[in-house]
Nanobody
Framework: VQLQASGGGLVQAGGFLMLSCAAS????????VAWFRQAPEKEREFVAA????????NYADSVKGRFNISRDNLENTVYLRMNNLKPEDTAVYLC??????????????????WGQGTQVTVSS
């Protein structure tokens, strides 16, 4: 499956962005999908994940209550709505897909396919 992330940009602290991860190539509902992020000189960090149906979601503590992950299997797209953005949310955001469709895990090693990133910059 091929993944294409989009929707990043520059926003002021307290603002919001909606990221999209569009999939092609395979039956999208066969995959769990996650968002990770990587800031300069920092390790890749789990953000949120959703299982194949959207019924199971998992969030990093740092984004819980501010971010919401959702999916539309008919549109082959996973969304990440990011509210109340903070400067520390600045990073390249990447989406990834796992063949373990029932999972919503936070380990990068669980994910088999990765898209290119989209830059999110939050100014103070």
């Amino acid at each position: 499956v091929q993944l294409q992330a989009s929707g990043g940009g520059l926003v002021q602290a307290g603002g919001f962005l909606m990221l999209s991860c569009a999939a092609s190539g395979r039956t999208f509902s066969n995959y769990a999908v996650a968002w990770f992020r990587q800031a300069p000189e920092k390790e890749r960090e789990f953000v949120a994940a959703v299982n194949w149906s959207g019924g199971s979601k998992n969030y990093a503590d740092s984004v819980k209550g501010r971010f919401n992950i959702s999916r539309d299997n008919l549109e082959n797209t996973v969304y990440l709505r990011m509210n109340n953005l903070k400067p520390e949310d600045t990073a390249v955001y990447l989406c990834a897909a796992s063949v373990y469709q029932h999972s919503s895990g936070s380990w990068a090693n669980e994910y088999d396919y990765w898209g290119q990133g989209t830059q999110v910059t939050v100014s103070s």
